[in-house]
């Protein structure tokens, strides 16, 4: 089972930060929280990970709570074309276990 | 980001012949590889975990005899959907990794399985 919680569903305004929050509260101390969208019908992208410290690249920004029990991943800018489902990851066994992810519409 | 590659996108098959999937890294060594599918609607359900050189290890639920993946090599792992049936019908979708514990996987774009 994942180890992670997700809203189901979020709009934002193009233009604007779209903020995603994810829970992981039972993350072990050297887990990694991976970020991953899905646009419809194409193999996951990779965003992101991090460890304890907030991470950034030229895609996103990735927050991590200082007790590593939720994180939230930043898109700055949203574009239309950022609309996918977005999966916050926890590694289980070096495996990579999909939640249901949150769907992000980014509206004009 | 790496380049894992997946071939055909989309095939149609005939009940009770067997598909062949192939998932290729580009530019890197994949000493890990994972395959997915995915139903209409639904997330990815991770199918099995092969490393270069070894048996795949596959989930709980999962057919080893009806879903074959060899990794024969550092850079291509291939899946064989056997005898397919209607119910086979699926979006799967092979990621890949290098070596080290924290490594991120890159995923192939998907293959449209539809069994006729």
């Known amino acids: 089972d994942a180890k992670t919680t997700q809203p189901t569903s979020m709009d934002c305004a193009e233009g604007r930060a779209a903020n995603l929050p994810c829970n992981h509260s039972t993350i072990s101390g050297n887990e990694y929280v991976y970020w991953y969208r899905q646009i419809h019908s194409q193999g996951p992208q990779y965003i992101i990970h991090g460890l304890k410290n907030n991470e950034t690249n030229e895609m996103a920004s990735l927050i991590i709570t200082e007790d590593r029990k939720s994180s939230t991943l930043i898109l700055p800018h949203a574009t239309l074309r950022d609309t996918a489902v977005y999966y916050c990851?926890?590694?289980?066994?070096?495996?990579?276990?999909f939640g249901q992810g949150t769907e992000l519409s980014v509206k004009p | 980001g790496a380049v894992v590659s997946q071939h055909p996108s989309r095939v149609i098959c005939k009940s009770g012949t067997s598909v062949k999937i192939e998932c290729r890294s580009l530019?890197?060594?994949?000493?890990?590889m994972f395959w997915y599918r995915q139903f209409p609607k639904k997330s990815l359900m991770l199918m099995a975990t092969s490393n270069e050189g070894s048996k795949a290890t596959y989930e709980q639920g999962v057919e080893k005899d009806k879903f074959l993946i060899n990794h024969a090599s550092l850079t291509l792992s291939t899946l064989t959907v056997t005898s397919a049936h209607p119910e086979d019908s699926s979006f799967y979708i092979c990621s890949a990794r290098d070596w080290g514990w924290n490594t991120e996987a890159f995923f192939g774009q998907g293959t449209r399985l539809t069994v006729v």
């Open positions: 990851i926890v590694r289980v066994r070096g495996k990579l276990i």
């Open positions: 530019d890197f060594q994949a000493t890990t």
